[in-house]
């Protein structure tokens, strides 16, 4: 049986996976994918109103999925400004298999990346993040080398630097 824990560990991996394989990747950025997803053919413009992001920040996550191969970008048949957006490829794949774990799909999965954001109390909390603290959730209580060993294989710096901000904001105790 699998437990909450390892749930939440499995969900941020196939984010991660949906996501380039980039553990800084930000929740919101996970969010706008899920939502595209949960709507597609949506246009950005859509997309910014359901999720009360503004311009600026709307079209810095579309260039990046859109340039890491996420989405597909296609134009609308009603108006020539407008494009429309789709999940594809490696990031569909990967998407449908964190959304597996939530009997309500994309409403569940919005709501388990809302609820690491307020848990997470940062500015743009990452994928990492949420993976360390769903590491220490799932086990209950760890060392730092057991989380960082659990992470994805990048630079330790940042591995620790992460895990420090977390210690530092209060939101986890180092063990």
């Known amino acids: 049986m699998t437990t909450r824990g390892q749930k939440a560990c499995l969900v941020i991996d196939h984010l991660v996976e949906a996501l380039a394989g980039d553990p800084s990747s930000s929740l919101r950025r996970a ?8 709507h597609p053919g949506t246009t950005q413009t859509e997309s910014m109103a359901r999720l009360d992001l503004d311009k600026s920040s709307m079209n810095r996550e579309i260039d990046w999925l859109f340039n890491y191969g996420c989405v597909r970008v296609q134009d609308s048949k009603e108006d020539g400004r407008a494009k429309k957006l789709e999940v594809c490829g490696y990031s569909k794949r990967a998407l449908d298999s964190a959304l597996d774990y939530f009997p309500g799909a994309h409403k569940g999965l919005h709501s388990f990346l ?5 848990v997470l109390k940062q500015e743009r909390p990452t994928l990492r993040d949420a993976r360390i603290v769903a590491t220490l959730y799932e086990k209950g209580q760890a060392s730092k080398s057991e989380v960082i060993g659990s992470l994805y294989s990048g630079p330790a ?9 977390l210690v530092d904001d209060g939101v986890i105790e180092d063990g």
């Open 31 to 38: 969010i706008v994918l899920t939502d595209i997803d949960e």
């Open 114 to 118: 809302n609820l690491y954001i307020k």
């Open 157 to 165: 710096s940042t591995d620790n630097r992460a895990y420090k901000k």
